[in-house]
């Protein structure tokens, strides 16, 4: 069983960062994707961004240019650096990975961390 422990979150001004990190443990095997989404109020979760075991990124259009994902394999742990914050990234922000061992997909989410923008 693989536990995510997430930390970083916090209220902010809008412009102001934060860094949210998510430190994967429990089982033995390598992560492959592992990736950050968000659920604000009233709407659904969506990704924010991914990085692969590689290094290979995605972002979501609205938060591109402003934060950074990136992971220490050594660690397994994954980092989002956010700056430039707005009211509208305002969510609690989950921690994803997914492992593949023999063909079959693991994947875990964290308990989410609260990120409070403020205009």
């Known amino acids: 069983q693989v536990q995510l422990v997430e930390s970083g979150g916090g209220l902010v001004q809008a412009g102001g960062s934060l860094r949210l990190s998510c430190a994967a443990s429990?089982?033995?095997?390598?992560?492959?994707?592992m990736g950050w989404y968000r659920q604000a109020p009233g709407k659904q979760r969506e990704l924010v961004a991914t990085?692969?075991?590689?290094?290979?990124?995605n972002y979501a259009d609205s938060v591109k240019g402003r934060f950074t994902i990136s992971r220490d394999n050594a660690k397994n742990t994954v980092y989002l650096q956010m700056n430039s914050l707005k009211p509208k990234d305002t969510a609690v922000y989950y921690c994803?990975?997914?492992?593949?061992?023999?063909?079959?997909?693991?994947?875990?989410w964290g308990q989410g961390t609260q990120v409070t923008v403020s205009s």
């Open positions: 990085i692969g075991s590689s290094g290979s990124t």
């Open positions: 429990g089982n033995r095997f390598s992560f492959n994707t």
């Open positions: 994803k990975t997914l492992q593949v061992n023999d063909g079959v997909e693991y994947v875990n």
